[in-house]
């Protein structure tokens, strides 16, 4: 029989599945039950929606069967089944295989950050197994196919004899080792304790024969065996139960059975509403970025159940764009099974349930930075960006939700601040809201445009990521004060030195200033005495709406390469620098020009802007030192 091969990305799945690079071996049970129950309620959602099937809930279940003779586990299931291409297809390449492209070579070794991100599926079993072998018959054929693979080096498909639909998969439990044993695979109650553990709420039975003992029939001190199925699992969903009874853990495993993440949530939510709508909701804020979160591929949504039948794996009509993050599910019995993507849209229902769970995330987020601020920075530290963007999304018409939500690095904490904690402690004298935006922390810091606000005490926030100043400009006014960046044209600030003093300084040389504007050209709108400087003999200002942090994100944009910052230059005049300029203006006006060109790209590059010709820039250099 030929040998098929598995595709190279399944095939390193497949690698470190063998090689059992997880400690948690026994999630495969979770994985095969699940798609057992996958598998039925394929069947079930078919027979709903389909008139010529019917759907008898007593028929269908999982059965869990160790054989510890022939050292072998069998996960029968009674649903949907699996065509020869369904076979190949599905378990010969990973489902989820674009998304499984390894960042690197040594995340692939380790493995743990691959598990820790998708869903391993069906190959676990081979962490536990040297053989799988699936015999499959699918709803609507008349043959069945049996699917076997040792792990790496291919599988087959060949017909086989299989009388009722379903799936059954064969576990060849693996040997034990010196460091590792695969006993408790095998053993009754091992195994009802690991389905207890993760698979309690799965709707289907899932069955296993019990070996218990009994006195024998008219002894009364001898004991006999006998076995007795028995439904292991409770079968009710998670979200039917009572908060009550239910722990942590509970709803961790749900979360990780659900593939909803593989990290610890940061919280979970369990709504229970019984009003104008009737649902049931289990909502989680992850901790750790999904790895395509901020890609195209990323799709946000809950799973939507009518009455316990999934209906939707990802309703995104259920979640706004800027709590994408939020992971779960719904559950409303006022939903139709038959409902179609275009008319749910429009469900009043749905519509409904939408709005009161955005408004709880909201809360839930707010209570997390009143109460367990440490989690809130974890999770602002993954999704900050994401609110962001919410604010600046759809002309900043959620920024009443949001703005409360932000956080941004202050210079005084050195940490991550909200707005409001910002402007409670404003001493009285300041106007603004002050921030300065550059690539870091670092960077920014060194600023010479900080100098007089810091000098002045005054707190700043520092913007890092390429949203924070468009985000801001959309939330304009925060407690009715206004943001300002440390480099635009007026800071509000009285300087040490008077602004006659500044007057009559730009006044006394106001021909040198002009001679240098003229030199620049249209590089900057004006050439200015500066108010802000103390050490610094230069700097970058900006006059008008757009500061030269989003020049740089919007030249890097294709459509936005004409978007420019009105730049000033401004001189610092108690700085020695200064008196040269005036120096070289009544002397040497080649000098002059050297001087202004240098002085221009000193600014440029402390911006972190790039010099037009970094090669004239050297030689301007150079010609001073000789
Ligand atoms: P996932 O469940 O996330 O899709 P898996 O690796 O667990 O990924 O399973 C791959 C696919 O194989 C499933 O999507 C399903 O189509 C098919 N499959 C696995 N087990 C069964 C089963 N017991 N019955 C029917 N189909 C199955
Ligand atoms: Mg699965």
């Known amino acids: 029989m030929e040998k098929m091969q598995f595709k190279a990305e399944s095939k390193r799945l497949l690698e470190m599945m063998v090689n059992s690079i997880y400690s948690q071996k026994e999630i495969f049970l979770r994985e095969l039950i699940s798609n057992a129950s996958d598998a039925i309620d394929k069947l079930y959602y078919k027979a709903l929606t389909d008139d010529e099937l019917t759907f008898d809930k007593g028929n269908y279940y999982i059965k869990v069967v160790p054989n510890k003779t022939d050292r072998t586990l069998t996960i029968t299931d009674t649903g949907i089944g699996m065509t020869k291409e369904d076979l190949e297809n599905n378990l010969g390449i990973i489902a989820k295989s674009g998304s499984l492209a390894f960042k690197n070579e040594n995340e692939a070794k380790d493995g743990h950050d691959i598990i820790g991100q998708f869903g391993v599926g069906f ?35 060949e017909p086989c004899e299989k009388s009722d639909i379903g799936t059954e998969i064969v576990l060849a439990i693996k040997e034990n080792t010196e460091d590792e044993t695969y006993d408790e695979y095998l053993d009754e109650y091992q195994l009802k304790s690991i389905i207890k553990k993760y698979s309690d709420f799965i709707r289907y039975p899932i069955k296993m024969d019990i070996t218990a003992k009994r006195p024998k029939e008219g002894s009364e001190n001898e004991f006999e065996d006998y076995t007795e199925e028995q439904i292991i699992n409770s079968m009710v969903p998670i979200w039917k139960k009572n908060k009550n009874e239910l722990t942590i853990e509970d709803y961790e495993n749900f979360y990780k059975e659900k593939h909803y993440g593989f990290d610890q949530p940061i919280k979970h939510v369990h709504i229970s509403v019984d009003g104008a709508v009737r649902y049931n909701s289990i909502l989680f804020i992850p901790q750790n970025i999904p790895f395509d979160y901020y890609s195209k591929e990323f799709e946000k ?77 974890q999770f602002y530290k993954s999704f900050g960006r994401q609110l962001k963007y919410g604010v600046y999304s759809d002309y900043g018409s959620h920024k009443d939700v949001l703005e409360d939500l932000l956080m941004f690095h202050s210079s005084k904490e050195k940490n991550l601040v909200t707005l409001d904690e910002y402007v409670d402690r404003m001493p009285e004298d300041q106007k603004y809201i002050y921030y300065a935006a550059g690539e870091s922390i670092d960077r920014i810091e060194k600023l010479p445009q900080a100098e007089l606000v810091s000098d002045k005490g005054y707190e700043m926030l520092y913007f890092t990521e390429d949203i924070d100043e468009f985000a801001i400009k959309m939330v304009g006014t925060y407690k009715e004060k206004e943001f300002k960046s440390i480099s635009s044209g007026d800071l509000g600030i009285e300087a040490d030195e008077s602004q006659e003093d500044k007057e009559s300084d730009e006044k006394e040389n106001k021909e040198l200033f002009d001679f240098m504007k003229d030199i620049l050209s249209d590089k900057v709108k004006d050439v200015r005495v500066s108010k802000r400087l103390k050490s610094h003999p230069v700097c970058l200002s900006t006059d008008g709406e757009v500061t030269i942090e989003m020049e740089k994100i919007l030249s890097a944009m294709p459509d936005n390469q004409n978007i420019k910052a009105d730049k000033v230059l401004e001189i610092n ?54």
């Open 123 to 157: 190959y676990s079993s081979f962490m536990v197994a040297d053989t799988v072998t699936v015999y499959s018959k699918a709803l609507g054929s008349e043959q069945a196919f049996k699917w076997q693979s040792q792990g790496t080096d291919g599988y087959t498909i």
């Open 573 to 626: 005049v108690n700085h020695e620098v200064f008196h040269s300029l005036q120096d070289a203006y009544e002397k040497d006006k080649e000098k002059l020009a050297l001087y202004t060109n240098l002085l221009y790209n000193q600014a440029l590059l402390i911006e972190g802007l790039p010099i037009q010709d970094p090669v004239e820039f050297t030689n301007n250099i150079c010609k001073v030192m000789v």
């Open 301 to 377: 949504g809950l799973e939507l159940y009518s009455n316990g039948v999934l209906i939707m794996e990802k309703c995104s009509d259920l979640l706004p764009d800027y709590f994408s993050f939020v992971k779960g599910m719904v559950d409303s019995e006022d939903l139709s099974l038959n409902i179609s993507r275009e008319i749910l849209q429009h469900d009043r229902q749905l519509k409904l349930i939408a709005k009161n769970i955005n408004k709880k995330i909201k809360s839930e987020l707010q209570s997390l930075l009143k109460n367990e601020r440490d989690k809130y920075e």
